[in-house]
């Protein structure tokens, strides 16, 4: 405590205001309370490797970080591991900086790059436990006060539809992550999903290759020659799917589930079905000869429901930076993500009804209209391959742009941080190197992350994700995932997969505003009204889903 307080007069002498000396010392006190590890008799996990650290000083290791399959003496001093092995009779001794370190994790770096290791427990995660349960639940109790904060009416909440959603979500999660012959059926259906993925890659090798070779280049393997292919792809194949009924079929069956246990009208029980397979400005197009006469609450719901789920070309590209072409991690991916599409429509609904709740006369009606996407079939395949283009050209041109505005804002919070010296006292606690938009989200949604069911010392990991999501999107929030995950615990990685799991970011309420205003112009003023509202909604309802996922873990 006393070096807390030298520390903090000494930073205090660069600092003109008290409220900056406050904020340097919770983070201060934050960061040392999460720096401090016993690393005594832990395994620690990285993938397929195992470092062990015995008591008596000796450690094993199997690890290709270090000296593959070696024995010998490790200290930890300074923020550093040393190794001391034996080879060919030489001492051989290898110092590994520590990049952060808690009862239960530690990172080390290596040539600039992090090397994270967990022990046995949190390399999965707790389990379901008592703990976690009460956790997740009071949780849950967390996001729908802050719905029950935002409604537009909260007297006329329906607070049976609010359970019956709840109990909806939850039979979902439980039946496809839990009951075995679901299970066996969504296993299925994720290595079908992936396998019709992986036929875009035959497409992007023809495009890509090297004249005469039958691959494409390594070094030619990328976002754009590898992950929007399959977008497009997919686009093509759900427009083939749309034309001939089959998609129409499946969401009216799913609509129909939840029109008769939640009791809403038929448009938005097709537009919230909908929107698991499609996206957020295709779905209405479903219900658009209902859009005129559609009432406030519907066109919340219409709005939330766009928010909470992404389209399936999407979910493509997910499976395929997730996965990295690792076979086994596409098909984990692509049952959660799936899941998690799911579980989204019944949670939009939920919160969507807490926020503008029904009260005027509703048409329960079912019908599925079909639009004319096409004189045949190869003219939908076409126009479906035209709409991916778009939407693929959109995705890397929205990356492009979103990145470097990212690094413009780090850039120059790194220089706030160097003027204030936060940038040392954020080094210090070795989840960040400085003051950043990452730093920022981590920091300040930590807290929400960890009554959500998030292991504390994932936690700000956790919350940059859901912060990179809400304020940009979720291609910046998954490529991120995708690096962090080996840092991560299972269930973080889980919980992580399920909150990015939809469209709710601020660029959606102008793309909905403007999509679903030319279909129904005389709405386009309620729809920029509810905008904000939308985001919050749709944003409760994928972390709804992410903690039910944790509590399921």
């Not at 010392?25 to 395994?43: G, M, P, V, W």
């Not at 030619?220 to 998609?247: E, K, Q, R």
């Not at 120059?412 to 940038?423: A, E, F, I, P, R």
């Amino acid at each position: 405590m006393m070096k807390t307080m030298k520390l903090l007069q000494k930073l205090g002498m660069k600092s003109k205001s008290v409220a900056l000396n406050f904020l340097l010392f919770f983070l201060l006190i934050t960061f040392s309370s999460q720096a401090s590890a016993k690393f005594e008799d832990i395994e620690y996990h990285r993938k397929s490797f195992t470092l062990k650290l015995n008591p008596n000083g000796t450690f094993v290791n199997d690890d290709t970080l270090f000296t593959q399959q070696l024995t010998g003496k490790w200290k930890a001093k300074d923020k550093t591991l040393t190794l001391t092995s034996i080879v060919n009779t030489l001492d051989v001794i290898n110092n590994y900086p520590i990049a952060f370190s808690s009862d239960n994790k530690v990172v080390f770096t290596k040539s600039g790059k992090r090397f994270a290791y967990h022990d046995k427990i949190s390399s999965k995660g707790a389990g379901i436990t008592f703990m976690s349960i009460i956790r997740g639940f009071f949780g849950l109790g967390m996001l729908f006060l802050i719905g029950y904060v935002f409604s537009k009416d909260r007297k006329n909440i329906n607070w049976g539809l609010v359970a019956r959603g709840t109990l909806l979500q939850i039979a979902l999660a439980i039946l496809i992550l839990k009951v075995p012959f679901v299970s066996i059926i969504f296993d299925w259906l994720s290595k079908a999903f992936t396998k019709l993925i992986n036929f875009s890659h035959d497409g992007a090798n023809f495009l890509f290759r090297s004249m005469g070779s039958e691959q494409i280049d390594p070094i030619l393997m990328n976002f754009v020659t590898w992950i929007l292919p399959s977008i497009i792809f997919f686009a093509a194949i759900s427009s083939l799917l749309y034309y001939f009924g089959i998609l129409q079929w499946i969401v009216k069956r799913l609509a129909w589930v939840m029109n008769k246990v939640l009791g809403i009208s038929g448009a938005e029980s097709i537009s919230a079905a909908a929107n698991i397979f499609i996206g957020q400005t295709e779905a209405p197009l479903i219900v658009k000869p209902y859009l005129k006469r559609m009432t406030k609450s519907e066109i919340m719901c219409l709005m939330v429901g766009g928010m909470a789920t992404i389209a399936g070309g999407v979910l493509a590209a997910v499976i395929g930076i997730l996965g990295g072409g690792d076979e086994l991690k596409e098909l984990f991916y692509a049952k959660h993500l799936l899941t998690a599409s799911f579980m989204s429509a019944p949670a939009a609904i939920v919160f969507a009804k807490i926020l503008v709740p029904e009260t005027e006369e509703i048409d329960k009606d079912l019908d599925v209209p079909k639009e004319n996407i096409g004189a045949n079939a190869l003219e939908a395949i076409t126009n479906g391959t035209t709409e991916g283009l778009k939407l693929a050209a959109n995705v890397g041109a929205m990356l492009l742009v979103f990145m470097s505005l990212i690094a413009l804002v780090n850039y120059t919070l790194g220089k706030v941080g160097d003027w204030t010296s936060l940038n040392d006292l954020i080094a210090s606690g070795g989840m960040y190197t400085q003051l950043s938009f990452e730093s920022i989200a981590g920091y300040l949604l930590a807290p929400v992350s960890w009554v959500m069911g998030v292991e504390w010392q994932d936690c700000m990991y956790f919350g940059q994700l859901l912060g990179e999501k809400t304020i940009l999107n979720e291609f910046i929030a998954y490529p991120h995932l995708g690096v962090l995950q080996d840092e991560l615990s299972q269930k973080t990685v889980i919980m992580s997969t399920y909150v990015l799991c939809g469209f709710a970011n601020i660029a959606s309420i102008g793309i909905q505003v403007g999509g679903i205003g030319i279909l129904v112009p005389e709405k386009k003023s309620l729809l920029a009204k509810y905008g904000v509202i939308a985001l919050i909604g749709g944003t409760l309802a994928c972390m709804s889903t992410a903690v039910l996922a944790g509590i399921l873990f």
